[in-house]
């Protein structure tokens, strides 16, 4: 499957003549599938394909999420004077990441800041608050980076006491210039990430809407073409809907007379016959770093453990070198818990107001007082 789609903003990484330049950007309008091709939209010229390889995909608008590191620009609600401190984005009590356009900041300590907050940690913040904190990282001899305009750089090699790469000589922090006598000057080559080739994995179970089969499926030939045998049993290793047509495409892996990119429409294929599995718990699968499980914040469930093995086993062979595990459920045991507040007993079954005024009567507390504490308990003892 193509890596673009129509309307994507892409960036030249190659020049082909007066056709397109490299670093400069142009918008995809048309996707070849036979020759894995784009068209490009240059200020009205005419479309022409172009291999996918000459461009990369414009980084969309960060989108804060669960997890990231920020850094505070303006104060949230609950601080005065937290400029420039860090943070951590969680979770609210019910699992989302944004309450009426805020998000929940769990600040590094020591508390150096004043704040209405209990625990003085946490405060609630619209995104104009904060920025995301890029990822620290090294230049290390051997590697490739990404410059700030988009190009590829590398392997670094090492020259005495610097990196260089393509005519430039980097500092350890990705800093770009020339060397005179000490002095190194910045530019806009400055290095700003690691380059990666590979692109994101897909879904685990990210088969095409609407299609019969997916990823992995045993399928068998019910009519011969494209080097098909009638009868034959084949793997499906991807599957493409058509946008022009709606019809659904399936691709080989083996197809007689093709290479592995061989493809047939859908309807020349009928499920291969599988044995009836045993039932099992449900599982997920999780990556495994220095012994302890990964899993993500909303992991898919397998209806069963051979599927999560099956899944385990694909993401194994697309991250070599990275381990993924299969948990089993086994069982689940659950007791309702008890509050020793009546203000908590009513926050907890969504009754805000009332479990608001009881805890300003039970404490002689401010309306906003006791409002920002039934807030902050829901978001994070509750």
Same mark, same amino acid.
């Given at each position: 499957m193509a890596k673009f789609k129509v309307g994507d903003r892409?960036?030249?990484?190659?020049?082909?003549?007066?056709?397109?330049?490299?670093?400069?950007?142009?918008?995809?309008?048309?996707?070849?599938?036979?020759?894995?091709?784009?068209?490009?939209?240059?200020?009205? $010229?005419?479309? @022409?394909?172009?291999? &996918?390889?000459?461009?990369?995909?414009?980084?969309?608008?960060?989108? #804060? %999420?669960?997890?990231?590191?920020?850094?505070?620009? %303006?104060?949230?609600?609950?601080?005065?004077?937290?400029?420039?401190? =860090? *943070?951590?984005?969680?979770?609210? $009590?019910?699992? $989302?990441?944004?309450?009426?356009?805020?998000? =929940?900041?769990?600040?590094?300590?020591?508390?150096?800041?004043?704040?209405?907050?209990? #625990?003085? @940690?946490? !405060?609630?913040?619209?995104?104009?608050?904060? &920025?995301?904190? *890029?990822?620290?990282?090294?230049?290390?001899?051997?590697?490739?980076?990404?410059?700030?305009?988009?190009?590829?750089?590398? #392997?670094?090699?090492?020259?005495d006491g610097f990196l260089y790469s393509g005519g430039w000589h980097y500092g350890t922090d990705g800093h770009c210039g020339y060397r005179g006598g000490d002095t190194f000057m910045r530019t806009e080559h400055d290095l700003i990430a690691e380059w990666v080739d590979e692109p994101a994995v897909a879904a685990s179970n990210d088969n095409v809407s609407g299609s019969n089969f997916r990823v992995g499926d045993q399928v068998i030939a019910i009519n011969s073409g494209y080097g098909a045998t009638v009868g034959r049993k084949y793997t499906v290793t991807k599957v493409e809907k058509l946008e022009a047509s709606g019809a659904f495409w399936v691709w080989l892996d083996g197809l007689v007379g093709w290479s592995t990119d061989g493809n047939l429409p859908e309807v020349d294929f009928i499920p291969a016959a599988a044995p009836v599995p045993t039932p099992t718990n449900s599982a997920i699968v999780c990556l495994i770093e220095n012994g302890q499980p990964k899993p993500s914040d909303r992991p898919y469930v397998h209806a069963d453990e051979g599927a999560a093995s099956k899944e385990a086993s694909r993401l194994a062979s697309v991250h070599k070198g990275k381990q993924f595990g299969v948990y089993v459920l086994t069982q689940t045991v659950s007791e309702e818990k008890v509050y020793a507040h009546e203000w908590q007993r =009513?926050?907890?079954?969504?009754?805000?107001?009332?479990?608001?005024?009881?805890?300003?009567?039970?404490?002689?507390? !401010?309306?906003?007082?006791?409002?920002?504490?039934v807030e902050h308990w829901l978001a994070t003892a509750a």
């Open positions: 892409v960036r030249a990484l190659n020049s082909y003549g007066n056709e397109f330049t490299r670093g400069k950007e142009y918008e995809i309008t048309a996707i070849n599938r036979h020759s894995v091709s784009v068209a490009l939209d240059d200020k009205g $010229s005419t479309e @022409n394909g172009w291999g &996918e390889e000459n461009f990369e995909l414009i980084e969309t608008k960060w989108v #804060p %999420k669960v997890g990231d590191r920020v850094r505070l620009v %303006k104060d949230g609600r609950s601080t005065t004077g937290a400029v420039g401190k =860090l *943070a951590t984005i969680k979770a609210w $009590s019910n699992g $989302s990441f944004v309450d009426n356009g805020e998000y =929940l900041l769990d600040i590094d300590p020591p508390v150096t800041y004043s704040t209405a907050a209990t #625990p003085a @940690n946490f !405060t609630r913040a619209t995104v104009d608050c904060f &920025e995301l904190v *890029a990822a620290e990282f090294k230049i290390e001899a051997g590697r490739f980076y990404r410059t700030r305009d988009g190009e590829k750089i590398g #392997p670094m090699k090492q020259d =009513l926050a907890i079954k969504g009754d805000k107001i009332p479990a608001i005024k009881a805890l300003k009567a039970a404490n002689d507390l !401010t309306l906003k007082g006791a409002k920002d504490a």
